[in-house]
């Protein structure tokens, strides 16, 4: 039972620190020389999503190894044999594949994050300072289910098209097929 909960975990581990390392670097960086969350936030979420890119793909593959749906999507029972599955039917752009609807639902939701987060921690650098650990995970938690309210439709959308065997180019297309309102309604209240 815990070993199907975990399957494809050996990925984020994999990729973690060097996305995360990518994400924070260029997010201070940027947040410091402009002052501009919103601008960090999205030069971040555009140089780390090409590490994230693939490890989403990656990882997608790894986890619905052993499912029903395991034969459509070209499900791998490793990291490496997923790799290399698709750098033999897709090539190098296959390890990318959704890194722009991946933009498109990671920057919004970074946007969402950062705004709603630094509003609700204290404005004046004292006040800041002291505030308590309690106070900031209650900010982050909140911030973090305000994004994912807003951007869980778009994250559906991008999980079905990195998955698709087919080349299908057109998102928008493949929006209008497969999302109706009650799947929309079903991604945005998903634990």
Not at 29 to 46: D, F, I, K, Y
């Amino acid at each position: 039972f815990f070993r199907k909960l975990y399957t494809g975990f050996s990925v984020p581990l994999f990729f973690s620190l060097p996305s995360h390392a990518l994400y924070f670097g260029v997010y201070h960086h940027v947040e410091a020389s402009t002052s501009n969350s919103p601008l960090a936030a999205v030069s971040a979420e555009l140089l780390a999503a090409l590490v994230w890119t693939p490890q989403d793909n990656l990882k997608q593959r790894c986890q619905i190894h052993g499912t029903r749906s395991a034969q459509e999507f070209g499900a791998s029972e490793s990291m490496y044999r997923a790799c290399g599955d698709i750098l033999t039917q897709r090539g190098w752009r296959g390890l990318f594949r959704g890194y722009g609807i991946g933009v498109a639902t990671y920057a919004p939701f970074a946007v969402i994050y950062f705004g709603a987060f630094e509003r609700l921690m204290p404005t004046n650098s004292e006040e800041r300072t002291s505030a308590s650990v309690f106070h900031c995970v209650s900010a982050g938690m909140a911030a973090g289910a305000v994004a994912a309210f807003f951007t869980a439709p778009l994250d559906a959308i991008k999980t079905r098209y990195q998955l698709r065997k087919s080349n299908e180019k057109f998102v928008f297309r493949l929006i209008s097929r497969e999302v109706k309102p009650a799947s929309v309604i079903s991604a945005t209240t998903a634990t």
